[in-house]
């Protein structure tokens, strides 16, 4: 019987949110709490049903630690996460044969720009050299040389927006058997690519990165290698490894792996002019916007929570109320004193507020409104993607003038319609919508607005790269350097063997 001890660490930052977060941030889940994901579209539900298929295998469930993209976890707050997850790992690995890892790459900490690297080292030594340890990643993670040198298999997701939650957990499990079964032995190729891209380009169903993504499935599906995918990382982490990365694991044949990785990347280089993202100015969108008859959708990238945003952006509200724009605007914002005082009027009653600047004043002056209570919520739903849970603390909708603005206390997800909807707002009944993520599902939005907008506006995670202000990844860094020269070459990490 097979021991195979599962842990789940995931969060991912922006370094140019100026909003610390903390150990409450996150929602921890011990023990056999794990298996509430079985069913679920999470990497732990895709890992449970492959490894719960094998009757010659036990999960040892120990810690699941996830929290919304954010800005960077205090020192404080890390060493107390850390701390939990480590002495849960510690306290159930006695007699474990293999480690799973959900993890998401793009996690960043006060004092600890690799928090991802740092587990899994101090999970290596627990464990020991020769017990295996597989982990899967997020495409927008920063794969470190320090976190490959303490597993010996990974698994990347192959989709963007991201739908293959499970999939990867399943592809990570599926490994982890393999390697246990004695019948694969990963050698994994990681070439380095000094560009940050950003875009339309990069949804896998319809970009140039999505062609390069079906080149890895096909090789991993093909029998060439065991695993492949380009990490494309998170812009907006601002840490030593941060890059685009191409990850090829073959079995026993560093060759392939080499020569694939490669090839890979090569055909990535060319096409990072087109990987950057197209921003129209707002004055632009909200002139055109006028002259339409469907719903458009205004997409606030700059202020992507899912990508670590703040969520308070108030700038295409206060430019579509300045341009005078009349047709009906429905918008979401994170301003927990706006929340609380439209939880204290009361539904139907008037609240004089401002809407904007709550977290992130250096960026957005407060707006002051004039606004009916419409609606209380506790602020819970379900992604629909995921089905896990969402809490955005006290929300109110609140409408003035064309406006209906659903305002949150906390800063939570927003690549869907979840909030919107368990809000008694449905997007079709408005003419513009103003979306704060990069992209969404197709059928979400995509499908049936007459126009996406992908609007040129402030904040800590705008498409415009060199904008930021990046001060500690590695340079020379596409597009924050021009003119980068590149040829790659591939470092060749053997699985573990004791190193």
Known sequence: ????????????ISSFNPLPSEYANFHISHGDELFNHRGLNTELGGAFEVFEARPDVTVVPTVAARAGSAGLLSADGWKRLSTEILDQVRASIDGVDAVYASLHGAMGADGELDPEGYLLAEIRKMAGPDIPIVISLDLHGILTDRMLRQINGLALYHTYPHVDFADTGARAARLLLKILDGTARPVIAR??????????????ATGCYG???RECQRIERDGTALAAGIMIGNPFTDVPELCTQVIVEADDDPTVAEAEAIRLANEFWPQRFRMQGKLISLDRAIAQARTMNGTVVFTDAADATSSGATGDSN??????????YGKRVLAQIVDPAA????????????VSVTLGGAIDPGRYRPMPVTARVK?????HSRLETMQT???????????????????????????????????????TDFDLVIVKSPHTEFHMYDAWVEKNFNIDAPGATSADIPSL???????????????????????IYPGHQGR
């Open 469 to 491: 202000g990046h001060t500690i990844c590695a340079r020379p860094m596409y597009p924050l350097d021009p003119d980068v020269e590149f040829k790659p070459e591939a470092t």
């Open 1 to 12: 019987m097979a021991r195979i001890l599962v842990l789940d660490c995931k969060q991912e």
């Open 211 to 213: 062609d390069l993504i």
């Open 315 to 324: 700038a295409i509200i206060a430019a579509l109320r300045d341009a005078g």
């Open 339 to 350: 929340a609380a005082a439209a939880h204290k009027a009361g539904v139907g009653g008037t």
């Open 375 to 379: 609606l209380l919520s506790d602020g």
């Open 389 to 427: 849970e969402l809490d955005a603390g006290p929300t109110a909708v609140l409408t003035f003038d064309n406006f209906t603005v659903v305002v949150f206390s906390q800063t939570i997800s927003l690549f869907d319609r979840a909030m919107y909807y368990a809000n008694g707002c449905n997007p």
């Open 191 to 204: 070439v380095v690519v000094p560009a940050l891209v950003r875009g339309d380009e990069l949804i896998t």
